[in-house]
Each structure stands twice: as structure tokens, then as C-alpha cells.
């Protein structure tokens, strides 16, 4: 990955640029909360600060919501200051309270396995050398070697009931069926907890997080002011990011969008992002992308002049895509999305982007028995696809010009497909005019 060099992205001259990296993130809607920001905007104007973020192992991989966090570090370094990444193999034991009930308790090998894959991640957003080098830690250092009568006394001492009660989460989960356990209500003793060994260990003094961790960041800063007085800590969080459609960020008709390219291919993470409704893909350029404010500007321009266009959502999808997977990948997302629709060379696409590109369009498959000797014919292969509803349809289809065959257009309703005729032995691309794509996969005899 090819990582921005301009502080926050951003390539005007000095004299126009915002007044601290503060207002920056302001300007692109990455401030909710601040423990305070007239103090916060002074600490970031001054000396380099250590600021850290936590990740919990409770998955895999990380998915898209991350990216909010992991950029937020990562326009914060550029501005010259330390990023601390935690990847928690102590708080990812429990899991962060959910409102949607209790979380299965994974086994500490799941977990530390975990650990690797997404301290793998994480290190592609930041720079681990250099004069404003990030630094990767792991709360169960600190954690592990802890007697349950030390935790209680050191640090559960003082955290007061009341306050603990009255957060969001936990206050929905007691009222709930299930209520919540001991096990999840102890998570915020657990971060607040984090904020105090960074403090000591690495001169901490700035939490970052999303919106729902408000309650869990403020458990770290009135634990410092509790047991260091003197110390000057801040907390930041950014909003929690919406679509205008009502529907949940980060989520597609197949599930949750990873940055695993094993869980969520390239093409398919490219789709999600060029999908991008109209009304909120400025919003999303200004929290993701590492353009200056005046070229979101200029996209904005364009989607109210040229919606049909869709040249932010092409430049969202192209630079997410390149962030996350690589600029090859992104290239090949981009050139298997113009194929598939007709406007480039099927044959260029290789046959990992091709087969992810037709699953994420639809596709079945079919046992290359059905073909036999002669082959399908292009009737048949409609139907097969869902592309027609029955064979009058299909013949509608091919009369009206409109059946397309790995990007040939067939005007014979009896022609024939062979497997011979597949791309990469197994592909066949069919569409329905312009926008109506399916596949045939070729199966095993």
C-alpha cells in the first residue's frame, strides 16, 4: 500500500490549510466528542502527543466500520503525532457488551490467533518507523500477570456503581431478558484500565474510539484523574457512520464487509463502495478518503451535476480498494467491473477476480454433464442464470438484442454453448441488456 504523506491528506498551501489537524477532522465529520476541545485543540497544536486506539479480537478480521479508527491514527501520525495500536488479547477474552445480548466467550488459542491476524492489519495503516513511529501493544501484557484481588483492589476500587449502571449498553441489557453478566459489565474496569498502563508506560494522553465507546473512553480518563491528579488526558471520539437508506453501514445481502480478502474479496469490497448512494457518498469521501477538501469538493460538484456519472462512488471505490487490498487488486476490481458490463476485455480478467466478481453478481452452477457434447443452448443458459423466467422470455430476450454471452451479443435463440467456450475452463458471463448480469459456473462431470 501506497500511504498518503501529506498531513491529512491535504495538498493546499499551508496559508489556506485548516489551523490544526483538529480542525481538519472537524471538517470531514470525524469529531462526536471531546473530553473537552478547546484543551484537546492546544494539546494537538503543541509537542508530538502519544494517543492510542484499541481493537478487540472478537472476529477474524477487522471490517470497514475499523477503517473509521485505524485512518483517524493514521491522519493524527501525519500530523506529527505517536500512534499507540492496541490489539486486545485481554478485553477480546470478554468481548465489549452488545445490545443485542450476550457475546460467545471464545477459547484464549482462538483469540491469540486472532491477536496475529489483526495486528497484521492494523500495521498496514501506519508507520512503525521514522520520528512519529506507531508503536503495537497488547493489554494482556499487563493484564495476564494480575491476581483477581489486585484487580479488585487497584483498580475496581475505584470505579463507583452508579456511574458504571447509568451507561447506554449496560443500562439496556439490565432491563433486558437476558440481562448482562459480570463477565461483559467488567469490560469498561478492563479499558479504563488500558488508558492508565498506556499513561504510565508510554505517556499517553489521548484516547480515540467510535461514538458507542464514549462511556468506555471516559472510564480511562476519570481513572487517570483518580489515581494521577496531575495528569492531562484527553478523550476523542468519531461518529458512528449512517446510509441515508436507513440500512446498516458495513453490511451487504451476503453479510458483513471484512478487510480480509478471504472473507470479503477485492471486487466485491470495490462493489460495496462504488454502490454508494448519492446522498452519502460525499459524506463517506471526507471520512475515508486522504483527498484534499478542495477535490471532495469537486466530487460533490459532480454528483450534483452528473449523478449518472458516478465518478465519486468510482473514486470512493477505487482509492478504499487500493488502501485495503493493493493498487493490483484495485485495478483489477475496476477492470472486471467495466468487463463485466460490457466495456472491457473479459479474457484480461483473471480467474480469482472473474469467479468473485460472479458470485457477488449471482451465478450457478451447472454440471458440465448438462452440457454434453453439443452444449447449452443460450435459452437454456437464460434460465439457468435467472436472467429469464421461461423460454417465451428467453426468446424475447435474443429477439430483442439484448442476450449477451461473455460479452457477445447472440441474435440465434438455438445457439449453443460449449465448455470450450468458458472463460478460465469454467466461467460464462451472461447478460440481460446493459445492468442484468448472472454466471454460470461449469461443474464437475
Avoid at 484537546?40 to 477474524?60: K, M, N, Q, S, W
Avoid at 493524527?76 to 478485553?91: D, K, R
Amino acid at each position: 500500500m501506497t500511504v498518503p504523506t501529506e498531513a491529512a491528506g491535504d495538498v493546499r498551501p499551508p496559508g489556506e490549510r485548516p489551523a490544526s489537524v483538529l480542525d481538519e477532522l472537524e471538517l470531514r465529520g470525524l469529531v462526536a466528542q471531546t473530553t473537552g476541545a478547546d484543551a484537546l485543540a492546544t494539546a494537538l497544536a503543541g509537542d508530538p502527543i502519544t494517543y492510542y486506539c484499541g481493537f478487540d479480537p472478537t472476529a477474524p478480521s477487522l471490517h470497514i466500520g475499523n477503517l473509521v479508527q485505524l485512518l483517524t491514527m493514521r491522519r493524527l501520525q501525519l500530523a506529527g503525532h505517536l500512534p499507540l495500536a492496541l490489539v486486545g488479547g485481554a478485553t477480546g477474552l470478554i468481548g465489549d457488551p452488545r445490545m443485542s445480548g450476550e457475546r460467545v466467550l471464545n477459547t484464549p488459542e482462538t483469540v491469540a490467533g486472532w491477536v496475529d491476524r489483526i495486528r497484521a492489519q492494523v500495521q498496514r495503516y501506519l508507520d512503525f518507523e521514522g520520528r512519529y513511529a506507531a508503536r503495537m501493544v497488547n493489554n494482556l501484557d499487563w493484564t495476564a500477570p494480575m491476581s483477581a484481588i489486585d484487580f479488585l483492589r487497584d483498580v475496581g476500587k475505584h470505579f463507583r456503581m452508579g456511574r458504571m449502571l447509568a451507561k447506554e449498553t449496560v443500562s439496556a441489557r439490565l432491563s433486558s431478558a437476558d440481562g448482562l453478566s459480570f463477565t461483559e459489565f467488567s469490560y469498561q474496569i478492563l479499558q479504563g484500565m488500558d488508558y492508565l498502563e498506556l499513561y504510565r508506560r508510554h505517556g499517553c494522553t489521548l484516547q480515540t474510539g467510535g461514538n458507542d465507546q464514549w462511556g468506555n473512553l471516559t472510564s480511562g480518563t476519570e481513572l487517570i484523574h483518580k489515581v494521577e491528579p496531575q495528569a492531562a488526558v484527553h478523550a476523542m471520539t468519531t461518529p458512528l457512520i449512517t446510509k441515508a437508506d436507513g440500512t446498516k453501514f458495513g453490511k451487504t445481502e451476503s453479510g458483513t464487509v471484512w478487510l480480509d480478502a478471504e472473507l470479503t474479496s477485492p471486487y466485491a469490497f470495490y462493489q460495496f463502495w462504488v454502490n454508494t448512494d448519492d446522498r452519502d457518498v460525499g459524506r463517506y469521501l471526507r471520512v475515508f478518503s486522504f483527498r484534499s477538501l478542495e477535490e471532495l469538493a469537486a466530487l460533490d460538484a459532480a454528483t450534483a451535476d452528473r449523478p449518472q456519472a458516478r465518478e465519486a462512488q468510482r473514486a470512493l471505490a477505487t482509492e478504499m480498494t487500493e488502501l485495503v487490498h493493493g493498487a493490483g487488486a484495485a485495478t483489477a476490481a475496476v477492470e472486471a467491473s467495466a468487463a463485466l458490463f460490457g466495456r472491457g476485455d473479459l479474457g484480461a480478467v483473471d480467474a480469482a477476480t472473474l469467479g468473485a466478481a460472479l458470485r457477488e453478481a449471482g451465478a450457478v452452477t451447472v454440471p458440465a454433464a448438462e452440457f454434453g457434447d453439443e452444449g447449452r443452448t443460450v435459452l437454456q443458459l437464460l434460465r439457468d442464470a435467472g436472467l429469464a423466467g421461461s423460454q417465451s422470455e428467453a426468446r424475447r430476450i435474443v429477439a430483442e438484442g439484448g442476450a449477451n454471452v461473455n460479452n457477445e451479443r447472440i441474435s440465434d435463440p438455438e445457439r449453443r454453448v460449449r465448455i470450450a467456450d468458458s472463460l478460465h475452463g469454467r466461467y460464462l458471463v451472461l447478460r440481460r441488456g446493459r445492468r442484468m448480469v448472472a454466471g454460470v459456473l461449469v461443474g464437475e462431470r
